[in-house]
Structures are given as C-alpha cells and as structure tokens.
C-alpha cells in the first residue's frame, strides 16, 4: 500500500502537516500541492488545533516544483494551459496559507529551496535545524521565482533578496538567519519538539487575536501582496514557454550544466 503524500497529525494544540515524498525531496508535484492544501482545510476546521508545524519527511523540507513533471508537461499538446494551471494551484496554496487563521510554523530541515522557500515564508514563524539550506535556484534552470519573489520581499526586504533571486545560491541556515529568513535555529534533534513548544506559545494568546494579527499582518500591511503573487504566477507560466526553459530543463534531464 502507498503512503500518503502528506500526513496530518494532531497533538494536543498542535496540527502538524509533513510532506511525505521523501525520495523525491518533497518536491512539488500536483498531487502534493492538493494534499497539503486539503490538509490546511481540515485543521482549519479541528477547533482544538491552535496551530500548525509544517515540516518534510526526510532530509530535506521541501526541494520545489517537481521538475520531473514539469519536464514531462513539456512534452504534451496543451503543456502552456497546464503550466498556468499549476503555477495557479501554488499561487492559491501560498493565499491559503497567509490567509490561515491560525500561527503556521515552519519547522525546516535540510534544504527548502524554490517553491520550497516559498512555503517557508509564508507560515508566520521559522525553525530551523543546523543543518537547513535556502535559495531560489529557479534562473538556473532557465525558469522565474516570480511566485515566491514577493514573498521573500515581504518577509526580508528587497535588497536581500536580490541576493537569492539574482545568484540562484544556496545559503547555510548561519546566513538565513542574518538575512532574517528564520527567526530560530536549533540541534536536528529539537526542531520537532521546539517547534511544538512555538506552537503552544501561541496558543497562550486569544485565537481571535491571533486572527486579526495575521490579517493586519498580511492583508493591510502587505496589502499589495496578492496583487503581486498573481502577478507572479502569469510571469511564471510565461516563463516556463521560453527557450530558457526547454534548456534548463533539458540539462536537468541530462545532468548537464545549461548552454545559455
């Protein structure tokens, strides 16, 4: 029998959502991203949940689109309708999760790169292990972070990440923290239980309160945000149709460097 892609657990005041492709790196594929999405409506709905800890199985958090599909989309007659298609389901995951009445906290282990960094900055809190990686390496594959753009923008300001967005580098869990990516590292072996303990702070404070936090938060002082991730998506779809792309793709495929 298969294992879910996602599994959802609840432990007292805490709903936890993992990512469950371990052999993939968590990577994105559209059955995940629907899976994680349901897994939000339904803690949405578990009044006893305070908050949620989104983590990946495995050692990695979550590497970002699955490339894979992606390269397979390629390859069918309608790929530029299911390219918008799938950049619209990430947009509308990220939407949810800001929108989330509830604390979301990013327990993050190994590498959250791409789409992965994107669903880092949108929880509100991030953990991280010793051993966790970050980076938007989307131009090296001849694609755009242009969902994920105006999220790191947000968190971290623009000057940081035109670092992440023009250099594709990955930067150690040292530097995210100074860039203000993660608000708390710590061993491999606490990140699960620190990061319920984040969760039960929260819940010290009046759901409602919370609520109207994350509102102000995300929805008047970054009231342009949606706007931007909208944005975002179109540029990305239009940027998966370049020659760009069929290169970058192509040397994924054959673990090559690209010819640009």
Same mark, same amino acid.
């Given at each position: 029998m298969s294992q879910p892609?996602? /599994?959802?657990?609840?432990?007292? !005041?805490?709903?936890?959502? +993992?990512?469950?492709?371990? $052999?993939? /790196?968590?990577?994105?594929?559209? !059955?995940?991203?629907?899976? +994680?999405?349901?897994?939000? $409506?339904?803690?949405?709905q578990e009044r006893r949940v305070r908050g949620v800890v989104l983590t990946g199985a495995g050692p990695s958090f979550c590497a970002g689109m699955d490339l894979d599909e992606m390269l397979a989309t390629s390859q069918e007659p309608d790929a530029h309708a299911r390219w918008s298609d799938d950049v619209l389901a990430y947009r509308d995951l990220v939407e949810k999760m800001l929108q989330f009445p509830k604390p979301i906290v990013a327990a993050v282990n190994g590498a959250a790169v791409a789409g992965g960094l994107g669903l880092v900055a949108a929880c509100d809190l991030v953990l991280a292990a010793d051993d966790a990686r970050f980076?938007?390496?989307?131009?090296?594959?001849?694609?755009?972070?242009?969902?994920?753009?105006?999220?790191?923008?947000f968190r971290i300001g623009a000057g940081q990440a035109a670092y992440l967005l023009m250099t594709g580098a990955i930067v150690d869990v040292t530097r995210a923290e100074r860039m203000g990516l993660v608000h708390e590292r710590t061993a491999s072996a606490q990140?699960?239980?620190?990061?319920?303990?984040?969760?039960?702070?929260?819940?010290?404070?009046?759901?409602?309160?919370?609520?109207?936090?994350?509102?102000?938060l995300n929805e008047t002082i970054g009231e342009q945000l949606s706007s931007m991730l909208s944005t975002g998506a179109a540029v990305s779809a239009t940027a998966r149709t370049t020659e760009a792309a069929a290169e970058g793709l192509a040397a994924f495929r054959e673990k090559r460097p690209p010819q640009w």
């Open positions: 892609l996602v /599994r959802v657990h609840v432990h007292g !005041a805490t709903g936890s959502i +993992i990512l469950n492709r371990p $052999d993939k /790196r968590n990577a994105l594929s559209r !059955a995940l991203l629907a899976e +994680i999405s349901q897994a939000f $409506d339904d803690l949405h980076g938007l390496p989307e131009p090296r594959r001849g694609i755009t972070a242009a969902i994920v753009a105006p999220l790191v923008v990140l699960w239980p620190r990061a319920v303990e984040l969760v039960e702070e929260c819940a010290r404070c009046a759901p409602s309160s919370l609520q109207l936090t994350k509102r102000m």
